[in-house]
């Protein structure tokens, strides 16, 4: 594989990418490539620890389930459907695990 390179681009540039993106029918194309489209939420930070050891487990697992959640919402926006429904089934065991154990 060839090297990767990362260009800054300004959000209006973005946009005006997007737009001649559309008009030519190649919004999936652009997704895949920049990772971006309008109207696309920005990820949840969660510092660099979002999983801390001293944490109690029920927090650890609903911020799993929100980091599951994002990547949900990414793969169906990619048509990715296979990730989407195992995302989809991750989430609902570990949902399941909270609930049960009421933490």
């Given at each position: 594989?060839?090297?990767?390179?990362?260009?800054?681009?300004?959000?209006?540039?973005?946009?005006?990418?997007?737009?001649?993106?559309?008009?030519?029918?190649?919004?999936?194309?652009?997704?895949?490539?920049?990772?971006?489209?309008?109207?696309?939420?920005?990820?949840?930070?969660?510092?660099?620890?979002?999983?801390?050891?001293?944490?109690?487990?029920?927090?650890?697992?609903?911020?799993?389930?929100?980091?599951?959640?994002?990547?949900?919402?990414?793969?169906?926006?990619?048509?990715?459907?296979?990730?989407?429904?195992?995302?989809?089934d991750d989430i609902a065991m570990i949902?399941?695990?909270?609930?049960?154990?009421?933490?």
């Amino acid at each position: 594989m060839g090297t990767v390179y990362q260009v800054p681009v300004c959000a209006d540039c973005l946009q005006k990418m997007w737009d001649q993106a559309a008009a030519s029918g190649k919004t999936k194309e652009f997704k895949n490539y920049t990772g971006w489209w309008p109207g696309k939420r920005d990820p949840r930070h969660m510092g660099d620890r979002a999983f801390p050891e001293t944490a109690v487990p029920g927090l650890i697992k609903r911020r799993r389930i929100a980091a599951l959640k994002i990547r949900l919402t990414e793969a169906a926006e990619t048509e990715n459907y296979e990730e989407a429904a195992k995302l989809r089934d991750d989430i609902a065991m570990i949902e399941k695990e909270v609930c049960a154990h009421g933490n």
